[in-house]
Structures are given as structure tokens and as C-alpha cells.
């Protein structure tokens, strides 16, 4: 058997792998059937390297086990390194996640006016349990100056917090007009509604009706901005393969078989091109919320900022962090460093004392202030998150249960 190199981190070097090996196990099949139909004591001579190989119908069934144990062993070996290139790439993405951004003054002014509920969602908004709105220092914390800093760690939560907590399901068009559970004709109670479809409600409307115009506009023409239309993109990039692709096979039936396989994929690519609907304010999908924060984001730079009306302070706050995005992901690996070797000595964290090891000296209190506060919004968002869908899980385990 030939030596093989199973370091594979993409799909295709999987697959190619496999066709090589494949073809290992194709020609030790034909090798067993060469020897079979000899008579008994004769052997094949294979010339290899100068020396002169024999072969009966025992070594070429040896050499078909081994083939396919090859096959076997590499599969799974290669479909762990798969796994680990992908969770390396998801990790790396990740830390973009929490990277932060400048957003412009209509995202922060829906938000301000949003009705995002409490920071516990299990309790109304009280003095005791204030809104998460007032906290969030890209809106402008507790009476503070919006930084127009934040991260999509913190975004994407918001989004799916406010609708859930503003239903915006119900008032999608794909639900209008729909009980939310109803019984099946087995007496069953069923879900009713397709949660994945979302409706713009009237503060969204209100105070985003520039970014929803505009995303309505691009929708299906800007791949780089708009999700539909990076997936019509790739759909248009299979379906050119696929009418590019030959007709297989060396009798009539193969050949027919491989027409209709090849009409069938065609048809299939044509469905999916067709299911990519336009972008609509009153039926939306959970992934448009991505769309709706790209068209807020604005560069850091002066210019830019100045164009969205973002000057003065505000501006010079904004740009002293998210000009050099490494020092944030050089003070998160020193952040996450210092509390690592707390818990393991066994010390409370402190967080005033671990950010003072991330910024010695003070001499970036404008970075520290930012840092923190993104981190404990992060954390904020994911835990009420968190709790609204046990909660949303519950209701729903009850009213199935009906």
C-alpha cells in the first residue's frame, strides 16, 4: 500500500484522499479476479523495481484486506483532523466575534428606544432589576455619553432579545393571523407558528426605517453586505457546475441514469435559487439581523465618523480602541491570562485588580473602561439570553404537553 497523507483540513482533501484509496481497493478486486482465472499453481508476475513479483489468488486477496483496511483506518483518522481543522477555524471566527466596532446613530437610537426588559427577563424591569438598556454604554449607559463601541458577541444577543421579548414572531407574515399552537387531527397539540420568521414591530419601523429601506434595497445584489445574496451567489456557482457537468457512463442505462441524476440536482438548485426571497420588513429571518448591523458599521476613521455625525468626544473615545483592533485581542489573552492564574492559586477574582494588570499605570484608562465595559455586557446579554430560552423551552414543553 502507498503511503498517505491524512493532515486533511478541508472537505475536498478529504474526498480526494478517499477516490485515491478507493481506487487501491478497485484495482486489488481486479487483481483477485486476474488470478482466480488461473490454473491451480500458476502465479502472476509483476516486474517492480528491477525485481520480479508473484502473485496467486492468496496474495492478491491479501492485498485486497489490506486495501480496505487502509481505506477504513484513514477514513476515520482523516475525519478527526477534519474535526480539528474546523473547530480551530470556529475558534478563530470566534475571536472576531468579540472584536469591536463603531455603530452609527440610528442602531444606537433604535436601541435606545428599544424595549430590550430586564436584566433578569424572569422578573419586570424595577429598580432592583433594571433594564438592559441601561447598561449598555454604546447607547450611553446610565446617563453617560454613547461610546458607539461595541462587539456583535453583544449585538446578535440584543437582536434575538428584542424579538423575543417583543414578539416579533407573531407579527410576522409567514404567522399573522395564526394561534401559536393548535391540535393536529390525533388530538395532539402542535406548534403552529415557523419560529425562524420574524416581523418588524412599530419602534423598529420608527427608529431603523432608514437601515430597513436600505436593506430592502441591496437585498439580493450585494453579497458582501446582504446574507440572500451570498447564498444566491453560491447557488449560481453549483448550479453552473452542474449544467457544465458531462454525461457518465458506458452503456445506454448508465447513461440514462446519469441524465436524470444530473436534471434532478439541476432542479433541485433551481428550487433552492427560487426559496431565496427578497428582504422584506415584514417577514425577516433571524440571520437579516447580521445585514441590519453591517449597514450601521462605519470605518474608524475621522472621515467617517464625521459622515455619521459622530464628532467631538464621542469620536475621539470610539477611535482610541477600534483603530487597532490587535490590542484588543492582546488585552483579552492578558485578561484571560491573569484570572487563569487566580483560579488556579485558589484567590477570588478580583476584576479592579486583574484590569489594572491589563492596563498598568492608568495610562490607557479611555482602552479600560471600553474593555471592561464590553466584557460585562457580553456577559450580560449571553446570561438574560440564556434564561429567556429555558424559559421559552418550558412554556413550550407545557403547551406540547397539553
Known amino acids: 500500500m502507498t503511503t498517505t497523507n491524512l493532515n486533511v483540513t478541508t472537505v475536498k482533501e478529504f474526498n480526494q484522499v478517499l477516490s485515491g484509496l478507493k481506487t487501491q481497493i478497485r484495482l486489488a478486486a481486479r487483481l483477485i479476479s486476474k488470478t482466480g482465472a488461473l490454473k491451480t499453481g500458476q502465479k502472476l508476475m509483476y516486474v517492480v523495481n528491477g525485481?520480479?513479483?508473484?502473485?496467486?489468488?492468496?496474495?492478491?486477496?491479501?492485498?485486497?484486506?489490506?486495501?480496505?483496511?487502509?481505506?477504513?483506518?484513514?477514513?476515520?483518522?482523516?475525519?478527526?483532523?477534519?474535526?480539528?481543522?474546523?473547530?480551530?477555524?470556529?475558534?478563530?471566527?470566534?475571536?472576531?466575534?468579540?472584536?469591536?466596532?463603531?455603530?452609527?446613530?440610528?442602531?444606537?437610537?433604535?436601541?435606545?428606544?428599544?424595549?430590550?426588559?430586564?436584566?433578569?427577563?424572569?422578573?419586570?424591569?424595577?429598580?432592583?432589576?433594571?433594564?438592559?438598556?441601561?447598561?449598555?454604554?454604546?447607547?450611553?449607559?446610565?446617563?453617560?455619553?454613547?461610546?458607539?463601541?461595541?462587539?456583535?458577541?453583544?449585538?446578535?444577543?440584543?437582536?434575538?432579545?428584542?424579538?423575543?421579548?417583543?414578539?416579533?414572531?407573531?407579527?410576522?407574515?409567514?404567522?399573522?393571523?395564526?394561534?401559536?399552537?393548535?391540535?393536529?387531527?390525533?388530538?395532539?397539540?402542535?406548534?403552529?407558528?415557523?419560529?425562524?420568521?420574524?416581523?418588524?414591530?412599530?419602534?423598529?419601523?420608527?427608529h431603523f426605517n432608514q437601515t430597513l429601506t436600505r436593506a430592502t434595497a441591496l437585498s439580493l445584489t450585494q453579497p458582501k453586505l446582504d446574507s440572500r445574496a451570498a447564498s444566491k451567489a453560491k447557488l449560481a456557482v453549483k448550479m453552473a457546475k452542474a449544467q457544465a457537468?458531462?454525461?457518465?457512463?458506458?452503456?445506454?442505462?448508465?447513461?440514462?441514469?446519469?441524465?436524470?441524476?444530473?436534471?434532478?440536482?439541476?432542479?433541485?438548485?433551481?428550487?433552492?435559487?427560487?426559496?431565496?426571497?427578497?428582504f422584506s420588513p415584514d417577514d425577516f429571518r433571524y440571520f437579516d439581523f447580521q445585514t441590519l448591523v453591517m449597514i450601521n458599521r462605519v470605518p474608524p476613521n475621522a472621515g467617517a465618523l464625521t459622515a455619521a455625525g459622530i464628532g467631538g468626544a464621542a469620536a475621539t473615545t470610539a477611535l482610541s480602541y477600534v483603530d487597532r483592533p490587535a490590542t484588543y485581542t492582546a488585552d483579552l489573552k492578558r485578561y484571560s491570562t491573569a484570572i487563569k492564574l487566580e483560579v488556579d492559586a485558589g484567590r477570588p477574582v478580583d476584576p479592579a485588580t486583574l484590569l489594572a494588570s491589563v492596563f498598568p499605570g492608568g495610562t490607557a484608562s479611555v482602552q479600560m473602561q471600553i474593555f471592561a465595559a464590553l466584557l460585562s455586557e457580553q456577559r450580560m446579554v449571553s446570561t438574560a439570553l440564556g434564561i429567556i430560552r429555558e424559559a421559552r423551552k418550558l412554556r413550550k414543553k407545557d403547551m406540547l404537553a397539553q
Open 51 to 206: 525485481e520480479n513479483i508473484f502473485l496467486g489468488t492468496r496474495e492478491a486477496q491479501s492485498i485486497h484486506s489490506r486495501a480496505l483496511n487502509e481505506y477504513q483506518n484513514a477514513a476515520a483518522k482523516m475525519f478527526g483532523n477534519l474535526k480539528k481543522a474546523k473547530k480551530g477555524k470556529k475558534r478563530a471566527g470566534n475571536q472576531g466575534f468579540r472584536m469591536p466596532f463603531i455603530v452609527g446613530p440610528e442602531l444606537v437610537n433604535f436601541f435606545k428606544n428599544a424595549n430590550l426588559g430586564a436584566i433578569d427577563p424572569r422578573q419586570a424591569v424595577s429598580a432592583a432589576n433594571p433594564s438592559i438598556g441601561d447598561y449598555l454604554t454604546f447607547i450611553g449607559a446610565q446617563g453617560q455619553a454613547a461610546t458607539y463601541v461595541t462587539t456583535q458577541a453583544i449585538l446578535t444577543p440584543l437582536f434575538t432579545i428584542y424579538a423575543a421579548v417583543n414578539n416579533l414572531t407573531s407579527i410576522s407574515l409567514h404567522n399573522q393571523g395564526k394561534p401559536e399552537y393548535v391540535r393536529n387531527a390525533a388530538g395532539k397539540t402542535v406548534s403552529n407558528w415557523n419560529g425562524q420568521w420574524l416581523g418588524a414591530d412599530a419602534t423598529m419601523k420608527q
Open 245 to 278: 457537468a458531462p454525461i457518465t457512463g458506458k452503456t445506454a442505462e448508465a447513461q440514462a441514469k446519469s441524465r436524470r441524476d444530473k436534471q434532478s440536482k439541476i432542479a433541485s438548485i433551481n428550487k433552492a435559487i427560487a426559496d431565496v426571497k427578497p
